[in-house]
Structure formats: structure tokens, C-alpha cells
């Protein structure tokens, strides 16, 4: 089974950048079978899908973070990272790796998730962003 682990710097203050690393576990090459997603949930509100890397190598973001994300792997070390530029106290949230089979199609301004679809989670991190 492919295990995910998020780790990051800690929190960040408002205009820094959140960096966070997921690491992939289950086997060699995992990350090329799959596409993988960060999603976030701030308190109180439901799951947002960030952004994704498939496995061709191109990155896909949510229209609503797609000025401020990058999102990029590190194919030797089984490693995909967050990139958030420029965080509010709004970006405050639980944030999640999750790798899926099947891809998030937006349109141009609307994600169409399922969530269902996505079926190796990671645990969550907390990423609080405070002055």
C-alpha cells in the first residue's frame, strides 16, 4: 500500500511562502502512477483541492491559487512539494497530500472534485499563518 507523509518548516507569518514536502512510500517510481494532489481544509469549511502533479510531469492548480502555487517533484527521493506564496491568515488550514488514478478537471473558475477518487491519503499538517 502507498503511504504519504507531509512535513514542513512550521508556521509562517502573512507574505512569507508555505513550503511543504510530501514524501511517498510503498514501492519505487510510486509517484509516476498516479497524480498527485495537495488539498487543504481551513477550520470550520470543507476540503479544497489545491493543485496536482501527474505523472507526465505537468502541474494542474485550482484557478482560485493558481497565481501563488507551484507544485514540483523530487523523482529520487519519492518527494512532491507545496509552494504557496504570499500567505494570509486565510490560507490558515489542515493542509494533505492525496494521490489519485483519475485527474480534478476545472473549468474556469470551477473545480469538479471527487473526493472518492482519491485513494492514498496523508495524515495532514497543520499550517497556521499569524503575524
Known amino acids: 500500500q502507498v503511504q504519504l507523509q507531509e512535513s514542513g518548516p512550521g508556521p509562517v507569518k502573512p507574505g512569507e511562502t508555505l513550503s511543504l514536502t510530501c514524501t511517498v512510500s510503498?514501492?519505487?517510481?510510486?509517484?509516476?502512477?498516479?497524480?498527485w494532489s495537495w488539498i487543504r481544509q481551513p477550520p470550520g469549511k470543507g476540503l479544497e483541492w489545491i493543485g496536482a502533479?501527474?505523472?507526465?510531469?505537468?502541474?494542474y492548480y485550482s484557478p482560485a491559487l493558481k497565481s501563488r502555487t507551484t507544485i514540483s517533484r523530487q523523482r529520487a527521493e519519492n518527494q512532491f512539494t507545496l509552494q504557496l506564496s504570499a500567505v494570509t491568515p486565510e490560507d490558515t488550514a489542515v493542509y494533505y497530500c492525496?494521490?489519485?488514478?483519475?485527474?480534478?478537471?476545472?473549468?474556469?473558475?470551477?473545480?469538479?472534485?471527487?473526493?472518492?477518487?482519491?485513494?492514498?491519503w496523508g495524515q495532514g499538517t497543520q499550517v497556521t499563518v499569524s503575524s
Open positions: 492525496a494521490s489519485s488514478k483519475t485527474p480534478v478537471f476545472c473549468g474556469d473558475d470551477v473545480c469538479s472534485v471527487r473526493w472518492e477518487e482519491f485513494e492514498y
Open positions: 510503498g514501492g519505487p517510481a510510486t509517484t509516476d502512477y498516479y497524480y
Open positions: 502533479g501527474a505523472y507526465t510531469g505537468t502541474s
